[in-house]
């Protein structure tokens, strides 16, 4: 299994921006998945944004337009650029990695990140 490192989180101002990033253990980065979920006290995780092996991404309906996922196979790196946060996306980030072959799923810790004055 692959294991992940997120970035700090932090406190952010409503409508300020915040990058958060995550560096995978495994040499063979760009055979995995990735992806960044979300979980808010009493809520259940959701997914945020993800990025595919071959570079497809896709987006939550609360990011779309705000949050930009990319990644950096030579930096075994998968970013999420967060801009105009709300309150709402006060959460614990975690990133995930799914092995495109063993199907395989690993986790990071997570990073909090919240958003208020």
């Known amino acids: 299994q692959v294991q992940l490192v997120e970035s700090a989180g932090g406190l952010v101002q409503p409508g300020g921006s915040l990058r958060l990033s995550c560096v995978g253990s495994?040499?063979?980065?760009?055979?995995?998945?990735m992806a960044w979920y979300r979980q808010a006290p009493g809520k259940q995780r959701e997914l945020v944004a993800a990025i595919t092996s071959s570079l497809d991404t896709d987006y939550s309906e609360s990011a779309k337009g705000r949050f930009t996922i990319s990644r950096d196979n030579a930096k075994d790196t998968v970013y999420l650029e967060m801009n105009n946060l709300k309150p709402e996306d006060t959460a614990v980030y975690l990133c995930?990695?799914?092995?495109?072959?063993?199907?395989?799923?690993?986790w990071g810790r997570g990073t909090q990140v919240t958003v208020s004055t």
């Open positions: 495994s040499r063979q980065f760009n055979f995995y998945d």
């Open positions: 995930s990695a799914r092995h495109v072959l063993r199907g395989t799923t690993s």
